[in-house]
């Protein structure tokens, strides 16, 4: 059988690939972005669901409409309203399968095949295979400690006119746990004002925070191409896979749309009525503190394993937020065969291959901590340690 170029070139996910063969009891493992299953808050999920069908009946079955569950998006319009002092409609909302989901529509929206984005390297490794089905060329532009380079992205954006749109996650970034800085922001605000591209803001961590200040957007409010991406995943429930996409062009609205219609017809309105009624009747910043406070000393035990357990050569992301530690190795090691040594004694993580567009062997590797208890935490890490000292003694001899 004959397959479409635009699947057989689309690599399959690696941590999804990598969570097959870590899901056994005895794997210790920090590969997967998997919010911990004790900040489900199941006990008001429970009681949400039966107050739900008991108010809403067999709307709570029924198709729906495609822009999503209207109260759900007056709530989220609120939050960043009162939030960020934007000034967002429902209507310049609409609900998806997770920001997953928008992420492959708006590349089917707007790229044309080899026509330009500029992504993160690092990035986003599922991103990068939601826009790979548009075949598109890639501009990857690195990431500094502050942020994106901003010279980098004003020489890409200059000499490179087929670009179509600029894909950032400024909050606790995936895979590194950065976060731009203020200054970063407005010099990539400057830098993108001066071309007709969209610019995409995918903020599913900016939640979880537990040291420093909330830091205003980069586009939103202040570009007329700009998106913003958001979901419940990480706060709620990863399970329901709702998710939403913010922006106030309305010819763009309108297209992504049309491609939701050919998609799926709408989002699971059963998940959308249930997360709005647990939103409505719940304390979710007191929700979010404990799950921030369980993720900081997770966070926590993982970075003092790392100083006790791993070679002074090895360097690693402080995060002050979010779900990973980004882990750079001696120049020579590879991190993909670092991680078959791993397995053989029971840890497993993502090495850093899938995190870029253009490279392989890299020696740089992805590290979570939300989905393992401390004691767990440090005894993977010492683990890891071992191997990290008999690697790199032989990479010195």
Same mark, same amino acid.
């Given at each position: 059988m004959k397959y479409s170029d635009k699947i057989l070139n689309t690599p399959s996910s690696f941590t999804r690939n990598i969570l097959k063969v870590a899901g056994a009891e005895d794997v210790i493992s920090f590969a997967g972005g998997l919010p911990n299953p004790i900040s489900f808050p199941i006990d008001a999920l429970q009681e949400t669901i039966n107050?739900?069908?008991?108010?809403?009946?067999?709307?709570?079955?029924?198709?729906?409409?495609?822009?999503?569950?209207?109260?759900?998006?007056?709530?989220?319009?609120?939050?960043?309203?009162?939030?960020?002092?934007?000034?967002?409609?429902?209507?310049?909302?609409?609900?998806?399968?997770?920001?997953?989901?928008?992420?492959?529509?708006i590349s089917q929206v707007l790229v044309n095949k080899g026509e330009g984005i500029v992504v993160e390297e690092p990035g986003y490794l599922g991103a990068l295979q939601a826009f790979y089905l548009t075949e598109p060329t890639f501009y990857p532009v690195q990431l500094t400690e502050e942020g994106l380079d901003v010279h980098k992205l004003a020489e890409t954006l200059k000499t490179n006119p087929s670009i179509k749109f600029i894909y950032v996650v400024p909050n606790f970034q995936n895979p590194t746990g950065i976060t731009y800085t203020a200054e970063n922001r407005e010099a990539i605000y400057?830098?993108?004002?001066?071309?007709?591209?969209?610019?995409?803001?995918?903020?599913?961590?900016? $939640? &979880?925070?537990? @040291?420093?200040?909330?830091?205003?957007? =980069?586009?939103?409010?202040?570009?007329? *191409?700009?998106?913003?991406?958001?979901?419940?995943?990480?706060?709620?429930?990863?399970?329901?896979?709702?998710?939403?996409?913010?922006?106030?062009?309305?010819?763009?609205?309108?297209?992504?749309?049309?491609?939701?219609?050919?998609? $799926? &017809?709408?989002? @699971?309105?059963?998940?959308?009525?249930? =997360?709005?009624?647990?939103?409505?009747? *719940?304390?979710?910043?007191?929700?979010?503190?404990?799950?921030t406070d369980l993720y900081q000393a997770q966070a926590s035990a993982m970075l003092q394993a790392m100083e006790k357990y791993f070679p002074p050569t090895v360097t690693f992301t402080k995060p002050d937020g979010g779900m990973f530690i980004w882990v750079t190795l001696e120049e020579g090691i590879s991190a993909l065969e670092l991680f078959h040594k791993a397995m053989e004694v029971k840890v497993a993580f993502v090495p850093g291959d899938p995190f870029y567009t253009n490279k392989s062997n890299v020696n740089t590797l992805r590290l979570n901590y939300t989905n393992s208890s401390p004691e767990v935490i440090e005894e993977g890490i010492q683990r890891l340690g071992k191997i990290l000292y008999d690697v790199t003694a032989k990479v010195l001899v």
């Open positions: 107050n739900a069908i008991e108010v809403h009946g067999p709307k709570l079955f029924q198709y729906s409409t495609t822009e999503g569950y209207l109260p759900l998006r007056q709530y989220i319009a609120d939050k960043y309203n009162n939030n960020f002092g934007l000034s967002i409609e429902p209507e310049d909302i609409l609900i998806t399968s997770g920001s997953q989901q928008a992420l492959e529509m400057e830098v993108v004002k001066k071309y007709d591209i969209v610019l995409i803001e995918d903020d599913p961590y900016g $939640d &979880l925070r537990w @040291n420093g200040e909330k830091l205003p957007y =980069i586009g939103a409010g202040r570009l007329e *191409n700009s998106v913003l991406l958001g979901s419940f995943s990480k706060i709620v429930t990863p399970g329901f896979r709702i998710g939403y996409m913010i922006t106030k062009n309305k010819e763009l609205m309108d297209h992504v749309n049309t491609a939701k219609q050919a998609t $799926d &017809l709408h989002t @699971n309105i059963f998940s959308q009525i249930v =997360i709005y009624e647990y939103l409505a009747n *719940n304390d979710l910043v007191t929700h979010i503190s404990k799950i």
